[in-house]
């Protein structure tokens, strides 16, 4: 059986990389893709990997009935629009952060007045390797941050093996790749000011941080740094548990976690270039790459994490949810492989 | 059916990209990868996109039986070992320079020296776009030199049309990736001293030019630049046809020629950020772009195209040979898309 | 002694770069930079290299008197200013295309409609290698564009020695950083669409070809590509002279011209890792590289040149050609060295 | 008068600031620059930059004698030629990690047995925010190593004020470019590879860890990650005060310390977007770039800091320490500024 889809939003880089997606996998069939900016425009106009897609953006304002809609809009957006989403398709899955956080108090600690708050406890939070039990039959999905979702997926182990506990210093320094200021772009993103750039972008209060505390149970401290690439989102985690740990303590809670998952890896250590979880190792792919390392004069756990932030971070997880949403394999349309070699990523 | 196959030289770059392509090509079965320097380790060690193949690198002294060998070793191998690759392989398709020209006397022109000139005659240059009636049921194959591929594509509706006659001035100005120097590099290849540099690195002299010379019978002015990016080969030619040209004329001789290519596709004008071809639109596809425009003043001709050069340029264009030598549906295992937005590329 | 300087737009890209230039400069005190968008800012605002400079912006309705006014505004600014420009400063050096062409006839040919074309005669085109004569007391001055400048540089022993005398044909391909764009930008110069690039900007009809043409005698085929760095235009000229030539007859053509040139080096062959010019090697500096090569079999001369666009492209040509036109020793200012390594560049 | 000075590894990186610093610093006249591997060749054929300077390289076995010899080779090489530099030299500026360290101890905690021991008490680590009162007069300095001084240089204002108390965690996670690793470079650094990294590569135990517990007196945290610059580290410190700080706390800390510091500068918030320190924006200049930002809900401060690592990082700090110690100006031929736009950077 072949699902329809649309994706509203379709010409900023995130619908892009759905769009990518859909149209390679085997299950679905996207039927419209819009774009307020672009419409009447063909894919290709925005997307120049899709030139063979023939799909032209149409208006966002006539949506197509379809069994899954992908909302790829500026945050804001989707709660405005959420009853014509949900008329148009029998499953919705927003890519923004307004359907994330699970409660009015907590979304009006990080933003700014939700309007339709009574959904935050409906909606179920994309991540498969934290909800996957939530996810089947669900018809409202809001897919994960990008530096939240690669600092969960970075973490996960340790907190279910409570190497974590919540009483513990956890600093998450995030680098990240320029797609994540999205197509547009102001000063700070053109090219001459935004190449070769360390750049503390977020030094404190960066919004990502809600879900990994939602998610986790941590109180972290997040700074985020842009960096120069393009695709891409690092997490370098460092923590200091309560009880000292070993190296095969950690080796145990990330294999014992994540061996079953589809799309995560541990890197830590070994031989060659890539001996640590790097974004360019999946640049592309929506696999996760996790790994660690232990300084043991202070007894600090370093736990590294990259993916790419339009697959895993965004586009891919939104798919992966919604084929585990549908009932399909959650694998489809999402067996591809990154690159090497690959630049930014 | 499923054909079983063989990389040689696997650890390299190119070896790579071809391990990444048969791995997900529903026809191919990869049994053997080989790598001297690398033998026993994982594929993932030296290409870390494939972390998750399994399978390890083994010496290339002991070739399995293979329906298929492909060859990415460095130039001067495939020509001492073909006899060893015949013997393990029904086809042999190889990426190196060594079989790529068609007789001694060119070959000793550009290179030095073939110790199998007799097979110079027998192989067949990949290229489908150039020799597809030739392809099937070849059994030895050799992949077209990048920068040569790029210049091809971009040239031959002028060459077939009789737009270009070979008496004309035709400047090719190529630009391509540091992919193209192979795994390993020396001080030139290094991060410092090659990022961000325009190089000339082949101000004249390039071998590639001998394919060009021999396929399209043109004789051009051939120079090639090191630019930042790692995927990519990007061709530039400036042509004074003898008689004067249109717009129209030009669009009906790219149309013509290429409307029934599954892998090109004509990128000339029109709006938006990618309105010729470039190497970032097709980068992580087998696609090739070529474009054009034409300088009413002095009845110049520019001609653009633009590949993948581990993709197209080498990799995918053997692979899409393979597909075509063994009957297989031409596109399988290359219908994949590039991304956007990716950096270098 | 001293003179006074003020820089009108010194909020851009070249603005920046004069305030950097004239800083340092033991001739000059700036007293004025002016800034629509950022007035009462100060200059380490807009350029952080600038941090330490005491200055802030001022608005540009209120010029104060100074010996010499550098324009830095975009084109079309200049030229209804320049009444106002010329009662604040004894001398005015015009960054913009304003003045560079030297009738109103050549000015409609490239761009639209000139609103002082009785000045066009009375500028002087800055670039010191081809005016040094001219510049002395020249109280409106115009600095080159600058691909022109590189084109003009590479190619000017070559049209004085007459190797080139304008029937030949000639292919200008030049290759830009975004540092060209100005600041601002839009959506094709942002970081994730304008990293990794080779892209045929301007295939034809570039409006710099007008200065090569005026000052040069030359017809070209002209075309710009942007590449993946910051600073930096370098111009391969690829060219086929009537009369065979000899790689000692270019040796003592770009010898016997630039041999006392204080900002020009030639860089032709040799060993190590930068053997031809290369933006990198000049960035930062007032420097231009010029180098050849050449392609016996077909005759044909590549004549290579190098510059970074922001110095000896705009901000350096033009304080060099102050310096000049004050009688100042013309290198005052510009001693300044590039950087090894250094990236894009 | 004019101090005559010799650079030992001139052909490195190190070695290559070294020399455009001296060619162009109006108290020191190069007499010598050695390199093993390109004995004979000109400054210019490593540096291209350095093209005009009118010197070769000689033998390292023949030292000229000279006020100040700077020493730009690779760990190791300076302790064993230590008697041979001090024999040429009054002064001898050290750039590698052989003479940082102040026992021998603390050196073999953190490296493989010292060769001259006794000489560790004795040299002066260079760093003048850190040690200017021990600088005149001092004939054996250690400049620093460029995470280690990001490091100091962004904590010293807490440690003095005793906000750092020696009793925190303290969590340094640095960035740097591609120029730390040298010339030459290995598969790891070959541009395919080293482009758009965001790589762990000292997970824990980085060897500058050792100079910030010797001159902070702090027991840190180090993380370094290698991104995808040439020239740049910067030093992102999270740490948690035991008593609550204020942002005016911080001003003041940092204002206080460094008001008189002629090469530090103190960026925190304001407008634009350059709002904290970056590696851009002192690229080629000496200064360092410090700033904060607290984050109130978890006492945590965040304390940046950026350095070019070539100058700040090394060679700057070389001759700033080498003006100070022969009793001159101390910011002489040092009062270069960086760029605007710069790349990687």
């Not at 149209?23 to 900016?37: C, D, I, N, Y």
Request: net charge negative; with cysteine; hydrophobic share 35%.
């Amino acid at each position: 059986m072949t699902y329809t889809a649309s994706v509203v939003g379709g010409s900023g880089f995130t619908g892009g990389e759905l769009l990518r997606l859909l149209a390679g996998h085997p299950e679905f069939e996207v039927v419209q893709a819009t774009s307020r900016s672009k419409t009447n425009k063909t894919v290709g106009h925005a997307h120049p990997n899709l030139r063979n897609l023939d799909l032209r953006f149409s208006s966002p304002e006539e949506l197509e009935s379809v069994d899954v809609l992908f909302a790829a809009t500026p945050h804001g957006i989707s709660m405005e629009s959420i009853d014509r989403f949900r008329d148009a398709a029998d499953t919705v899955v927003d890519l923004s952060a307004d359907f994330r956080l699970s409660s009015e108090s907590r979304y009006d600690e990080w933003y700014d007045g939700h309007e339709r708050p009574e959904l935050l406890a409906e909606s179920v939070y994309a991540l498969p390797e934290l909800n996957r039990e939530q996810l089947p039959g669900a018809d409202l999905i809001a897919a994960g941050g990008c530096n939240a979702t690669a600092t969960i997926v970075g973490l996960l182990p340790l907190v279910e093996e409570e190497i974590l506990t919540g009483d513990e210093q956890v600093v998450v320094d995030v680098k990240v790749g320029s797609s994540e200021g999205g197509a547009g772009g102001g000063e700070a993103s053109s090219h001459p000011e935004r190449s070769g750039v360390v750049r503390p972008y977020a030094p404190t209060g960066h919004r990502h941080e809600a879900e990994i505390e939602e998610f986790l149970g941590l109180d972290v401290s997040f700074t985020v740094h842009a960096v120069d690439m393009i695709r891409g989102a690092s997490a370098t985690c460092h923590l200091f548990p309560g009880e000292p740990v070993s190296k095969s303590d950690l080796w145990q809670a990330y294999r014992g976690r994540y061996a079953d998952e589809p799309f995560v890896d541990i890197v830590a250590g070994g031989g060659g270039v890539y001996r640590y979880p790097e974004p360019k190792s999946v640049a592309g792919s929506n696999r996760a790459e996790v790994g660690f390392e232990l300084d043991a004069s202070n007894k600090r756990v370093v736990a590294f994490s990259a993916i790419d932030n339009m697959m895993k971070g965004s586009a891919g997880q939104a798919v992966h949810a919604a084929n585990i949403a549908l009932g399909l394999e959650e694998t489809k349309g999402l067996e591809l492989t990154g690159f090497h070699p690959v630049g930014a990523p």
